[in-house]
T-cell receptor, first 115, second 108 residues
């Protein structure tokens, strides 16, 4: 079974530029998550989709971050404009359903460096 | 966020058992307890989860206290490949909230 695919693996941009990350979840997984992981910290949930609807985006900085999930499959996370403090690894995960007890599968992440 | 408390770091000798503790005193009746681990430069990896009863799988065992306010992840024989950050989470409202985790060092 193919895992969660993310691209690019690495990205370096200057502050105030924009950037987009792409995620392809495991086939058939209804729930998709985006996390931000700053060096030395645990992942922080940014947004959760159930199919193509948003379940929780309470921790998403909506003035600069946006995310969408096209046709309930692939998803993109965008930052515009980027700030230095956005330097982090952005992780995408998916799970089969939103039922309690369901395990989540994570991609390898995109490491963003803002200079 | 649903909060859990774990020690920042632990050490274990190779081939010895490791007991990783977690406190989750605010757990509610329908919350599952999940454990994930993260190896360097990789995304988190599922280890085990449970609700009330102790659980075993090929990777580890999960011992859940009777009042469910704490749990312990047990690695029966630590190997060098088990060196990672281990996260304990409550699966609350279909979300996975990570804490700071426990960094496990395995000593050869």
């Amino acid at each position: 079974e193919a895992g969660v695919a993310q691209s690019p693996r690495y990205k370096i941009i200057e502050k105030r530029q924009s950037v987009a990350f792409w995620c392809n979840p495991i086939s058939g997984h209804a729930t998709l998550y985006w996390y931000q992981q700053i060096l030395g910290q645990g992942p922080k949930l940014l947004i959760q989709f159930q199919n193509n609807g948003v379940v929780d985006d309470s921790q998403l900085p909506k003035d600069r971050f946006s995310a969408e999930r096209l046709k309930g499959v692939d998803s993109t996370l965008k930052i515009q404009p980027a700030k230095l403090e956005d330097s982090a690894v952005y992780l995408c995960a998916s799970s089969l359903s939103d039922g309690l007890g369901t395990e989540a599968f994570f991609g390898q992440g995109t490491r963003l460096t803002v200079v | 966020d649903a909060k859990t408390t774990q020690p920042n770091s632990m050490e274990s000798n190779e081939e010895e058992p490791v007991h990783l503790p977690c406190n989750h005193s605010t757990i509610s009746g329908t919350d599952y307890i999940h454990w994930y681990r993260q190896l360097p430069s990789q995304g988190p990896e599922y280890v085990i989860h449970g609700l009330t009863s102790n659980v075993n799988n090929r990777m580890a065992s999960l011992a859940i206290a009777e009042d469910r306010k704490s749990s312990t992840l047990i690695l029966h024989r630590a190997t060098l490949r088990d060196a990672a950050v281990y996260y304990c989470m409550m699966n609350t409202g279909n979300q996975f909230y990570f804490g700071t985790g426990t960094s496990l060092t395995v000593i050869p």
